[in-house]
């Protein structure tokens, strides 16, 4: 049923990407690539891999941004997939049902065999989360590995998903952002998390961190602390020195 | 947004085909028509031809064509489900409403309660038609009021036109059959200019930095994008026609559509014999080149959010 659970859940599954932290490898990306096309929506189809125009599905993506110019101006590595709304356009304008909200924890998910590849789904979401295989016919999107977090199979630890399992720098959290004293909200809550593109009304889950403000204003007498410090320098020993002063010429 | 050609031709199509049924329970209704076997054949056949053709095409573009069915299940949530529903509702009464004018050759009592329940049901399908898109917040220019009327009175401007055109195949249409089409046309091009107008003036609903979150260090700008090459989202969403090519079609469109309908319909009503039959072809031709580009614009100019984040500043 596409029409949204009456209330929203008390679960609510999702990511914390935290932007002063994201190193902009896209190991997360290869790493959900890497599990998915042999998970639950398998296979992320790859058209023309080696050749000259390819394409395929990734549930992931990582795009980088600058945001300001010159000595304020930030580079910003920026992650994207589902955003595992409380109130998804992607699902209510499904018309088969095949879209739906999980009551139990608001994963977004799509079942495969009802899905009649009408694209509406993609056509809805703002922020370009959903992905159409064109050799499966039905639209792919993050699951937020259902099939991992729940995965009996697997070692407690590994029971998060692929990309928060493989990032290097810990710039990704997984958690219940509907528990406001779970891990995930607090560093929401101390970092000022925020919501993507808020005036779409999708009400987001997933939530990022803003990049930390710079000690912007401590720049400039560094610089010049530097400055003078190259001019006065001394090494302690006159012979280098001299060595630097002849150098220096 | 990519104007696919399938669903162009299922917008204006089916919207045509609707627009002649409800003109057909309106000539009912207003009692002036003597139905037939023969015209009643030829016309219902247009109009339901066009439906059918229209609804078949736009199965035609889905992943699984054979799963079709499934999409009639969700229409508490969902317009592209009521819209279906409501297609496929019509067909009962118009096939009832066809039955009495070409094998009865009646459209009276219960064959004009049929008439009526068609007209009002191709009216709610075309609505919902319009209604798929104008429900899409991540296309902010479609929300806007005009979209719904739009569609309706395309809908019945081509509808009229079929229904004048082919209806004088028979019998010479008398001048106050054709000045309501005349007037449905201009209001169709009046309301689509309006629509031009408005999404032209429309302030941002969306920005890169509201997108991104980062407009509080200043203003963003995309530096690398994720990939090298294309992917599903850009070329469905990332279509964008040139503005000053978006002007040119416009006025083509308003021409070729517009105004040539307009002046041929009205000589139509002017003329008799060979010479009104050829001006009502003429000014039918025009029109359906004019909406087809109108359709095909109202995709090509469209801006999905989701291009926000491959470099797009505001949607």
Sequence with gaps: MTSLPKQASVRQLGLVIDLDICVGCHACAVNCKEWNTGGHSAPLTDEDPYGADPLGVWFNRIHTYEAGSGPEGRTVHFPRSCLHCEEPACVTVCPTGASYKRESDGIVLVNADTCIGCKLCSWACPYGAREYDHSDGVMKKCTLCIDRIENQNLPEEDRIPACVSTCPASARHFGDLGDPNSEVSQLVAERGGYDLMPEMGMKPTNKYLPPRARPTSNAPAAQSALKTAAETSSTGSRFLDWVDRNLSR | ?315
């Design chain 2, 1 to 315: 947004m990519h104007p696919a050609y399938s669903v162009i031709f299922f917008t204006t199509a089916s919207g045509a085909g609707y627009g002649m049924l409800v003109w057909l329970a309106m000539l009912a209704l207003a009692g002036n028509v003597v139905p037939a076997m023969v015209s009643g054949l030829v016309m219902f056949a247009i109009s339901l031809g066009l439906i059918t053709a229209g609804l078949l095409s736009s199965t035609f573009h889905l992943g699984h064509p054979e799963r079709a069915w499934r999409a009639l299940s969700q229409w508490r949530s969902s317009w592209l489900s009521r819209e279906g529903v409501a297609a496929v509702i019509t067909y009962g009464p118009a096939l009832v409403f066809a039955l009495g004018w070409i094998i009865f050759e009646s459209t009276s009592g219960l064959w004009l309660i049929a008439g009526l329940a068609t007209g009002v049901m191709a009216l709610v399908t075309i609505a919902s038609t319009g209604m798929i898109y104008a429900s899409l917040k991540a296309i902010p220019r479609w929300t806007d009021v005009t979209v719904v009327p739009v569609y309706l009175a395309f809908g019945l401007a081509t509808g009229g036109a079929l229904l004048v055109t082919s209806y004088n195949i028979f019998t010479p249409v008398p001048p106050h059959g054709i000045w309501p089409v005349v007037l449905v046309i201009a209001v169709a091009w009046a309301l689509k200019l309006l629509y031009w107008r408005r999404i032209d003036n429309a302030k941002p609903v969306a920005t890169a930095e509201s997108a991104t979150g980062l407009g509080h260090i200043g203003p963003v700008t995309l530096f690398e994008a994720p990939h090298t090459g294309e992917n599903y989202i850009m070329r469905e969403m990332g279509f964008q026609i040139a503005r000053k090519h978006a002007a040119k079609l416009r006025m083509i469109a308003l021409l070729v559509g517009g105004a040539v309908p307009v002046v041929a319909f009205a000589a139509a009503a002017l003329m008799t014999g060979p010479a009104m039959m050829i001006a009502c072809l003429l000014g039918l031709t025009g029109l359906c080149i004019g909406v087809l580009l109108e359709r095909w614009l109202f995709f090509a100019e469209a801006q999905h959010a989701a291009m926000l984040y491959y470099g797009a500043k505001a949607v």
